[in-house]
């Protein structure tokens, strides 16, 4: 079934007549329990903030890095996730480490970050437990405007990163290299950019051999180790002249440690609603991930694929859509997605700063920002089959995990991720190949299992998929006056009986009693 791309009075019209499952509104989720189809890296759901913060909100008092109630939002997220910094700006930072200064410096359409700044940046991340990817500025540092890049204003700041014993683990060499053209005069072909990058390669070697020498052997320790390496950020390398493949057939396997990309469905400025809810744009995802991971394994095979920066509609997002509930269905499907054909992190643009973030300016989680916290909360790191996830042209859509580990859930436990596109209630019925018991819910000892665990996620007010706010469970997600998350606890619902899924709507559903072999692994 396609979904409607009705006007939101219709949508919610059609969501408040889907009372009532017809016979035919049955859809079964047949999850192959028998093997994992990969394993998932720690810290997949990934986060990070622009680089444009860094020049102009950080100590302006919109986004206070050592506020409670940034840190509060900060951590509920951060234990398990990557902090990537960086951007479009980043091309523009310059970096002094001699001297002092609390805000970045000079006029547009440059900045100057000092010692202070860099300070506080990294205090944050250390102190919401962010492990840190930072972008360095891969534009301006050239010979000529075409020529090659140069180390020496990033050498400085990538050792005082070591001195201090900051919190980056990588870097990135430029944002978006295939759209450096748009902002200015600077062209860099993908094969320039490769020996760029096998220059950094080498300085991040070097680097580390220096810390070494240096290190005093009082005590025994392993050697520093050098930075990752990280890139090349392509926007649309995809499409655009094949800039991401040239780049990588130029680059070859072992420079970097991770591939990234870029990938937003629309424009911000132009995206209306049904876009977020219709299927044929949830499915653009398919052919951009099948074909990134067929470059990486060609000509980079080592390398982890990250979509290094990720939302839905570029531009900031599309505001009164892309910070409101209808924009889980494109999150949670992109989840999903990723972590069934290859992508080893999604890093989610932004977590604040722009329409599309999880934290608005007033310091309130939008209702993604609730979805990634039950996503980590729930999600463990083996991935799972389910029959057709990978198909174009679904309405109802499901995505199978290992249970994260808990107190209280049992080895074999089973998350799925379920999403209805669909303005009628769907039926969904669980069934575990290879298990003892398929459909599960009719085994003979069905009465006697645990009952099923049920995150169901709605819109404030019925059918009104742009709402503001989400509702879990019926009750409505908001934190307390200092920052505090609510309580975010499951419905017990019997295993004998179907799940049901209302109109537009997103559920997590969670089965300790699956007993799936291959989760007793991971």
């Known amino acids: 079934m396609k979904v409607c791309a009705a006007p939101l009075a219709l949508l919610a019209l059609a969501a408040l007549a889907g009372a009532v499952v017809a016979a035919d509104d049955h859809v079964t989720v047949d999850v192959e329990g028998q093997s994992l189809l990969r394993t998932l890296p720690e810290r997949?759901?990934?986060?990070?903030?622009?680089?444009?913060?860094?020049?102009?909100?950080?100590?302006?008092?919109?986004?206070?890095?050592t506020g409670d109630r940034v840190l509060k939002l900060a951590r509920a997220l951060g234990n398990d996730s990557t902090l990537r910094l960086g951007g479009t700006t980043g091309d523009y930072l310059l970096y002094d480490m001699s001297t002092s200064r609390k805000k970045a410096a000079n006029p547009r359409p440059t900045y100057t970050m000092h010692t202070d700044l860099w300070q506080d940046v990294n205090e944050f991340a250390s102190a919401s437990g962010f492990p840190m990817v930072f972008g360095l500025n891969g534009r301006l540092h050239r010979r000529d405007v075409n020529g090659p890049w140069s180390a020496s204003n990033a050498l400085p700041l990538i050792q005082r990163t070591r001195a201090m014993q900051y919190p980056v683990f990588a870097f990135e060499l430029g944002n978006e290299p295939d759209l450096w053209h748009k902002h200015g005069n600077v062209t860099v072909s993908p094969e320039q950019l490769a020996s760029d990058f096998k220059l950094l390669k080498k300085v991040f070697e070097n680097e580390a051999a220096a810390a070494a020498a240096a290190a005093v052997p009082a005590v025994a320790?392993?050697?520093?180790?050098?930075?990752?390496?990280?890139?090349?950020?392509?926007?649309?390398?995809?499409?655009?002249?094949?800039?991401?493949?040239?780049?990588?057939?130029?680059?070859?396997?072992?420079?970097?440690?991770?591939?990234?990309?870029?990938?937003?469905?629309?424009?911000?400025?132009?995206?209306?609603?049904?876009?977020?809810?219709?299927?044929?744009?949830?499915?653009?995802?398919?052919?951009?991930?099948?074909?990134?991971?067929?470059?990486?394994?060609?000509?980079?095979?080592?390398?982890?694929?990250?979509?290094?920066?990720?939302?839905?509609?570029?531009?900031?997002?599309?505001?009164?859509?892309?910070?409101?509930?209808?924009?889980?269905?494109?999150?949670?499907d992109k989840l999903g997605l990723a972590a069934l054909l290859g992508q080893s992190k999604v890093c989610r643009q932004a977590f604040f700063g722009g329409s599309y973030s999880l934290v608005n300016d007033s310091l309130l989680p939008n209702p993604d920002f609730?979805?990634?916290?039950?996503?980590?909360?729930?999600?463990?790191?083996?991935?799972?089959?389910?029959?057709?996830?990978?198909?174009?042209?679904?309405?109802?859509?499901?995505?199978?995990?290992?249970?994260?580990?808990?107190?209280?859930?049992?080895?074999?436990?089973?998350?799925?991720?379920?999403?209805?596109?669909?303005?009628?209630?769907?039926?969904?019925?669980?069934?575990?190949?290879?298990?003892?018991?398929?459909?599960?819910?009719?085994?003979?000892?069905g009465a006697a299992m645990?009952?099923?665990?049920?995150?169901?996620?709605?819109?404030?007010?019925?059918?009104?998929?742009?709402?503001?706010?989400?509702?879990?469970?019926?009750?409505?997600?908001?934190?307390?006056?200092?920052?505090?998350?609510?309580?975010?606890?499951?419905?017990?619902?019997?295993?004998?009986?179907?799940?049901?899924m209302e109109p537009y709507s997103m559920s997590f559903i969670v089965v300790p009693s699956a007993a799936v072999l291959a989760c007793r692994t991971v």
């Open 44 to 65: 997949f759901l990934s986060v990070t903030l622009d680089a444009s913060l860094v020049t102009h909100r950080f100590k302006e008092g919109a986004f206070n890095l």
């Open 221 to 332: 320790a392993p050697a520093p180790a050098a930075y990752q390496l990280i890139g090349p950020d392509t926007a649309g390398g995809l499409e655009r002249g094949g800039f991401l493949e040239r780049f990588l057939s130029a680059l070859g396997d072992g420079i970097v440690d991770a591939v990234t990309w870029h990938q937003y469905y629309g424009n911000g400025r132009t995206a209306v609603l049904r876009d977020f809810v219709a299927v044929k744009t949830l499915d653009k995802l398919l052919d951009q991930l099948n074909r990134t991971s067929a470059y990486v394994r060609r000509y980079a095979p080592s390398a982890e694929v990250w979509l290094g920066e990720t939302s839905s509609m570029y531009g900031g997002g599309a505001p009164g859509l892309s910070d409101r509930f209808v924009a889980g269905f494109l999150w949670l």
């Open 370 to 445: 609730f979805t990634a916290v039950l996503f980590q909360r729930l999600v463990g790191r083996g991935v799972l089959a389910v029959a057709g996830a990978a198909a174009k042209g679904r309405s109802v859509r499901s995505y199978a995990f290992c249970t994260r580990h808990a107190p209280g859930v049992p080895s074999g436990a089973v998350t799925l991720l379920v999403l209805n596109l669909e303005a009628s209630v769907r039926s969904i019925r669980l069934a575990f190949s290879g298990q003892a018991a398929a459909p599960l819910h009719d085994a003979v000892a």
């Open 450 to 500: 645990a009952p099923r665990q049920e995150y169901h996620l709605s819109a404030e007010h019925a059918g009104v998929l742009d709402s503001a706010s989400m509702r879990l469970n019926g009750d409505l997600l908001k934190v307390s006056s200092d920052g505090d998350l609510p309580d975010m606890s499951p419905k017990l619902v019997d295993m004998a009986s179907d799940v049901t």
